[in-house]
């Protein structure tokens, strides 16, 4: 994927979110990144590389992650669930639309 598409889509796909407050999305070269600010609970950590396709989006509060996908090289595509965030759970291949209407449903599950 193309940092222009991961970009668009994921930028479309926050537009869908009721808990957005801003978005920082600055990029460099190949790569973006940035924080998703939430209106409370803190914010989503995201990251992409063109060149390698490594995807990382976390869910960070209080200095720590409450959950978040990944890919990279080493592990592949996993998440770190929303009841151990430390725990690396191997995944199928998800598009950064399908990432954050995860993160959606883990934020409704969160606040119930």
């Known amino acids: 994927m193309e940092l222009k598409d991961f970009l668009g889509d994921l930028v ?3 537009a869908r979110v009721d808990f957005v407050a801003s978005i920082d999305l600055p990029t460099e070269g190949f790569t973006v990144k940035g924080r998703v600010y939430f209106k409370d609970r803190g914010f989503l ?3 992409f590389n063109e060149l390698t396709q490594t995807v990382a989006a976390a869910w960070i509060e209080g200095e ?3 959950w978040g996908i990944d890919r ?3 592990r592949g595509w996993h998440r770190h669930p929303l009841e151990n965030p430390a725990e690396h759970e191997e995944i ?3 598009s950064i639309a399908d990432i954050v209407k995860e993160l959606a449903e883990k934020w409704k599950q969160s606040s119930s």
């Open 12 to 14: 479309s796909s926050l």
């Open 45 to 47: 950590e995201v990251y």
């Open 64 to 66: 720590q992650r409450r």
């Open 72 to 74: 990279d090289n080493l």
């Open 92 to 94: 199928p291949a998800m």
